[in-house]
């Protein structure tokens, strides 16, 4: 590396607090009379930090007694290893499950909209939902009717603000009660995943049921999950079960990415107060405590909770809101924390934009 791409790797990306070079970035710098075109190629999609990035690598080159002739982001996004011995799935490079240690902490909120950041940062993405006792997620994306099935076996993704998606819940009545013991969901979920005919995509996300039960130990055993997101309020007893959470992906060695604080502050929109309802700071504690990143704080608003009943997330509906941009940079930050992990030792083809 030559030492002006040395002096631009050194930068520091806000989504990890880490050096450009350390998530595999690749960057060329080509000078000509005081000039620099920068190219910039990185491990994750990150259209939302283009701008900045760009006036980094500026003060960065203005140091140096430069200017920024011309700038280049793109991204390359490769498939990084799962848990144990499992290898990707041949169209999915990478998995990353969403889940708590319990109910009611917005988990299923967080993951469809982590989806459609993720996808409005440049990536392709699917969503699984491995919730198969109370399937949420073609409400919040407003699918509905059944997907098709070309050859009576393998079943077509259904498609909703551009990402693709998959539930228990398109393929019975709304009202249907899924009672089913454990084995039964479990085998599910597994033909769920095996049997929909994904796209090539970058990040399948899979929201899972909360707790610690059958549906996770088998997404351990047999589906290779690249990193596992824990989602949690701030509040003690949610914060309780999210360390169960945390210690049951350690024991099966499904790598953690982080934590994610759900419900951090609400802001009321009529006077601006902004209120810590459900606690402050318990996710950051639990973060510091097992030495895990916290990927991102998400506020308390009435918009997403109302977008997502609709069926119309508000990373879709409100791209421009502060909700909405949270949620970006929740993504960036969890995709990063994935680029730093290896990649999958067996060569499986990256998405290069």
């Known amino acids: 590396m030559q030492p002006l791409e040395q002096r631009l790797a050194a930068i520091i990306d806000p989504a990890t607090g880490q050096a450009l070079s350390a998530g595999g970035a690749r960057i060329r710098a080509a000078e000509s009379g005081g000039q620099v075109a920068v190219a910039i190629t990185l491990g994750y999609p ?28 793109n991204h390359r996004i490769d498939a990084h290893a799962p848990q144990g011995k499992l290898t990707p799935l041949p169209r999915v490079r990478n998995i990353i499950a969403v889940g708590s240690g319990k109910g009611g902490v917005g988990k299923s909120t967080t993951a469809v909209n982590l989806a459609l950041a993720l996808a409005a940062e440049g990536a392709k993405v699917g969503v699984l939902d491995a919730d198969v006792y109370g399937p949420s997620i073609p409400t919040m994306l407003g699918l509905s009717g059944r997907p098709d099935s070309p050859d009576g076996k393998a079943i077509e993704p259904m498609r909703a603000h551009g990402i693709e998606a998959m539930s228990i819940g398109l393929m019975v009545e709304q009202d249907t009660p899924m009672i089913w013991r454990g084995p039964m969901a479990t085998s599910a979920l597994t033909q769920l995943l095996e049997q929909t005919l994904w796209g090539d ?8 049921p909360p707790g610690t039960g059958d549906i996770q130990l088998t997404l351990a055993q047999k589906i290779p999950v690249a990193g596992a997101v824990i989602v949690t309020t701030p509040q003690d007893v949610a914060t309780l079960d999210a360390r169960k959470a945390l210690k049951m ?21 009529q006077c601006g107060h902004a209120e810590h309802i459900f606690g402050h700071g318990g996710a950051g504690r639990i973060a510091a405590q097992y030495d895990v990143p916290l990927l991102g704080s998400l506020p308390l608003e009435i918009g997403i909770r109302e977008q997502g009943d609709a069926g119309t997330p508000i990373v879709a509906s409100a791209p421009d809101s502060e909700a909405a941009q949270a949620y970006r940079r929740t993504a960036r930050a969890v995709a990063a924390h994935l680029a730093l992990r290896p990649r999958a030792p067996m060569p499986i083809a990256s998405s290069l934009v």
């Not at 203005?62 to 920024?68: C, I």
């Open 46 to 73: 990150a259209a939302g930090w283009r701008d900045a990035l760009r006036g980094s690598v500026a003060e960065s080159l203005a140091a140096a007694g430069l200017s920024l002739a011309s700038f280049e982001l």
């Open 249 to 269: 992906f350690e024991k099966v060695e499904v790598p953690v990415l982080g934590l994610i604080e759900n419900m951090a502050v609400h802001v009321c929109s």
């Open 201 to 208: 995509l970058d990040y399948l996300i899979i929201d899972l």
